[in-house]
T-cell receptor
Framework: SQTIHQWPATLVQPVGSPLSLECTVE??????LYWYRQAAGRGLQLLFY??????ISSEVPQNLSASRPQDRQFILSSKKLLLSDSGFYLC???????????FGDGTRLSIL | RKEVEQDPGPFNVPEGATVAFNCTYS??????FFWYRQDCRKEPKLLMS???SGNEDGRFTAQLNRASQYISLLIRDSKLSDSATYLC?????????????FGTGTRLKVLA
């Protein structure tokens, strides 16, 4: 069966520090991968998605970036975090664009 | 108009009650529809896909109304454990590809 791993679960970072969140999927090949952010009391905002290695589409201009160095690995990064980057970050995968998405446990990021 | 809209609630219902949520979408070309459940401070989990003919899974029934562009989720015999936020997701045509759009969720509280 397929599983998705996302870490760390919680992270507290100072403003201006870098960020790297990692997500890996097991049990499937060539998944579609997604990064979302959910601010407190808000909906899911799609940040990036990828349909293959090295293929990244950005949904919202921001100081975040994403990379997919391997088929089942998706990384969310920032060189300098802003206060507004606080939130709940979720990685998800699907087998195709018309298929349901399955989420990792999420990373709760607090910027101080 | 938002691409996907949900009544935020909360819907407070007694145990054993039947409750229904709607989710409206703006793009008539939307292809796939899903309901997710999200517990407080947790990741969304797929509850069920929504098929054109309607579908049922135990106490949960999902329906699609393409003419009026909404999907619905009916929960019968509500349990305390059904308390959560219910998110709808619509696979939305945009720019030659399909993207998931999530609603902001409807909060359900089942009361003893």
């Amino acid at each position: 069966s397929q599983t998705i791993h996302q870490w760390p679960a919680t992270l507290v970072q100072p403003v201006g520090s870098p960020l790297s969140l990692e997500c890996t999927v097991e049990g499937t090949s060539n998944p579609n991968l997604y990064w979302y952010r959910q601010a407190a009391g808000r909906g899911l905002q799609l940040l990036f998605y990828s349909v293959g290695i090295g293929q990244i589409s950005s949904e919202v201009p921001q100081n975040l970036s994403a990379s997919r160095p391997q088929d089942r690995q998706f990384i969310l990064s920032s060189k300098k975090l802003l206060l507004s980057d606080s939130g709940f970050y979720l990685c998800a995968w699907s087998v195709g664009v018309n298929q349901p998405q399955h989420f990792g446990d999420g990373t709760r990021l607090s910027i101080l | 108009r938002k691409e996907v809209e949900q009544d935020p609630g909360p819907f407070n219902v007694p145990e054993g009650a039947t409750v229904a949520f709607n989710c409206t979408y703006s793009n008539s070309a939307s292809q796939s529809f899903f309901w997710y459940r999200q517990d407080c401070r947790k990741e969304p989990k797929l509850l069920m896909s929504v098929y054109s003919s309607g579908n049922e899974d135990g106490r949960f029934t999902a329906q699609l109304n393409r003419a009026s562009q909404y999907i619905s989720l009916l929960i019968r015999d509500s349990k305390l454990s059904d308390s959560a936020t219910y998110l709808c997701a619509v696979n939305h045509a945009r720019g030659g590809t399909y993207k998931y759009i999530f609603g902001t969720g409807t909060r359900l509280k089942v009361l003893a």
